[in-house]
């Protein structure tokens, strides 16, 4: 597995993770797929710029046109307070492979080794077994239950949060 920035082209990728009922059951429900060009470009340029770190998740380095989904470190304001968040997405037919787990670890190493974005949070559905775990096994501690705010919904989340740099299992 390895991990490279949002491209121009990932458009069909993110119209098979974010407008999908089955990828976003957790997230509120499926969007709508005209957005999706202007997302992946608005992603890209962040990328380019290093605003934030969006990555595609290639599963086979053999492959590389092979997208099994997403994991991504940004900040924002949450309350006043200025975070940064990890989030990540699988697609079904590469889920359960240890691909999303392997993909957040990596991400947090490589904050941890540039001493960037500090504290990370996360913020899976309380329902989102799987992403829950990941946060569990790689040393996130739970800092409790939070509604936040996604694509204009209002979700119900774990709120977890490490320090890379001194948590990281």
Same mark, same amino acid.
């Given at each position: 597995?390895?991990?490279?920035?949002?491209?121009?082209?990932?458009?069909?990728?993110?119209?098979?993770?974010?407008? !999908?009922?089955?990828?976003?059951?957790?997230?509120?429900?499926?969007?709508?797929?005209?957005?999706?060009?202007?997302?992946?470009?608005? !992603?890209?340029?962040?990328?380019?710029?290093? *605003?934030?770190?969006?990555?595609?998740?290639?599963?086979?380095?053999?492959?590389?046109?092979?997208?099994?989904?997403?994991? *991504?470190?940004?900040?924002?304001?949450?309350?006043?307070?200025?975070?940064?968040?990890?989030?990540?997405?699988?697609?079904?037919?590469?889920?359960?492979?240890? +691909?999303?787990?392997? /993909?957040?670890?990596?991400? +947090?190493?490589? /904050?941890?080794?540039?001493?960037?974005?500090?504290?990370?949070?996360?913020?899976?559905?309380?329902?989102?077994?799987?992403?829950?775990?990941?946060?569990?096994?790689?040393?996130?501690?739970? +800092?409790?239950?939070?509604?936040?705010?996604?694509?204009?919904?209002?979700?119900?989340?774990?709120?977890?949060?490490?320090?890379?740099? *001194?948590?990281?299992?």
């Amino acid at each position: 597995m390895r991990l490279r920035d949002v491209g121009f082209g990932d458009v069909g990728a993110y119209i098979r993770m974010r407008c !999908d009922p089955a990828m976003m059951v957790d997230l509120g429900g499926p969007l709508p797929p005209e957005g999706m060009a202007a997302k992946v470009e608005r !992603d890209a340029q962040s990328a380019i710029e290093g *605003t934030q770190w969006i990555k595609m998740i290639i599963p086979d380095e053999t492959e590389p046109a092979v997208v099994a989904g997403t994991v *991504t470190l940004w900040s924002h304001d949450a309350d006043g307070q200025e975070i940064a968040e990890i989030g990540w997405m699988v697609l079904p037919e590469f889920q359960g492979r240890g +691909l999303g787990k392997r /993909a957040v670890r990596t991400l +947090l190493e490589l /904050a941890r080794e540039e001493d960037r974005w500090g504290v990370v949070h996360a913020f899976p559905a309380i329902a989102n077994a799987p992403s829950n775990g990941i946060c569990q096994s790689l040393g996130f501690r739970s +800092l409790g239950e939070e509604d936040v705010t996604f694509a204009d919904r209002v979700l119900r989340t774990n709120h977890w949060a490490i320090d890379p740099r *001194t948590d990281l299992k």
